[in-house]
DNA sequence: CTCATAATTTAGATAAGTCTAAATTTTTTA
DNA sequence: TAAAAAATTTAGACTTATCTAAATTATGAG
């Protein structure tokens, strides 16, 4: 069906989307570790291809279909992690790159079975959302911790970055997903910020660890 | 570590090896639907990577860690393939296109884990001997039904082929692995078989179908 | 043992995806 | 708004894996 390269590019496409409208060449060598020439040329097949929507010098956006195929990949990559972590055992912070093989893994029928194995898990083990058979999913409406005031509670649900020192940095405070928090201070100098953790614990976090927690309230 | 290409070809080197000593360019051409001409380059370059042995005009041989590396692969096709039956339900005849791109997903923590999740299993759907974490395996000895004699028994234990049309046949006869026979009559003129099927019922079967299906006694 | 045929290899081309370096377009800034 | 800087694209080259057609080597039939 698709290359390799061009499901990576439409799944970076896609991602980088979220954040604003139009993405740049750069954004998406940046995001691929490619250089920028050869975003230009794959932009160019992916056009012909009529999965993205470009004007040279204009940045790109995806077309329906380009989308649906970002989105399937996407399906696949998070319930192959769930797989992982639910099945095998694996934390998850030892997730991402092992999934990143197996998004292509092509066969619709395999991952809708692996689907219902799973009992049609709502989220990945870092709290994204799981595309349903049809690519629909509701996208969670979360807030970082940054962006709550003292007393302010809630439950911990995603996280922004994914990088496993992150990851493992978290787990080692138990700021893991579906732990209840509130927020016990803020500290006005370095907007550093005080949780109690449920009943265990209180933890004190940078403005950059609360900037990459996700909290649904 | 190793591409695609090069693996596809090492596990076709090792498949045809089993049949004869030395492995002709023309067997691993045909094997691989490719040409030729294309198998000589890629020889080379496998030879360069010291995984075959490899002499103009000689035919070729896999090294001990091109052998490894085959070994391997077909650990992973065969433990996906024990996956894809037991436990996402597919049928025998459907899960080998799919465990071909799975055979390709990379880390060895991930298979050593299925393997334990799926309690160590030691035949794939079609019988075949699943290589352990150090590739060891003992390699079954069976023979084709039509090996045996009038009277003789045994448990069905392997196919030689392995279409889906084939296996959808055996199937649709009860001929699948586990099943116990006998045989009651063997036909001179054509060489088909009679055979009893444990107490449900005879079936008469092929000379080739005798050929491709394999017992142990 | 020799010659025709079959098998294999070499030579040269192609397509996908990448790169560097140079050219072009857009954006910023003064 | 014109020049400098940044972003993007083009041009040309490289690698991997493939192909066709031609050349070479091996094999086997008489």
Redesign the interface.
């Known amino acids: 069906m698709n290359t390799l390269a061009e499901e990576n590019y439409l799944k970076s496409i896609y991602h980088l989307s979220m954040d604003a409208g139009n993405v740049s060449t750069n954004q998406i060598a940046a995001s691929l570790k490619t250089k920028a020439s050869s975003v230009t040329d794959m932009l160019k097949k992916l056009a012909d291809k009529a999965l993205i929507n470009y004007t040279r010098y204009q940045g790109v956006s995806l077309t329906p279909s380009g989308e649906k195929i970002a989105i399937n990949i996407i399906r696949k990559h998070r319930l192959w992690e769930y797989f992982?972590v639910e099945?095998?055992?694996?934390k998850w912070d030892q997730v991402h790159?092992?999934a990143e093989?197996?998004e292509?893994?092509?066969?619709a029928e395999?991952i809708d079975?692996?689907d219902k194995?799973m009992d049609y898990p709502q989220h990945d083990p870092h709290g994204e959302p799981i595309p349903d058979c049809n690519g629909r999913f509701k996208a969670h409406e979360l807030k970082p911790i940054s962006a709550l005031s003292v007393n302010d509670s809630g439950i911990i649900s995603g996280v922004r970055d994914h990088t496993s020192s992150f990851l493992q940095y978290l787990e080692k405070q138990q700021l893991v997903i579906g732990k209840k928090i509130a927020i016990t201070e803020i500290i006005s100098f370095d907007h550093s910020v005080v949780l109690q953790v449920e009943n265990i614990k209180e933890v004190h976090i940078s403005r950059e660890v609360a900037n990459n927690l996700l909290i649904a309230l």
Do not use: G
């Open positions: 992982l099945k095998l055992n694996f790159d092992m093989e197996m292509h893994i092509s066969s395999l079975r692996l194995f």
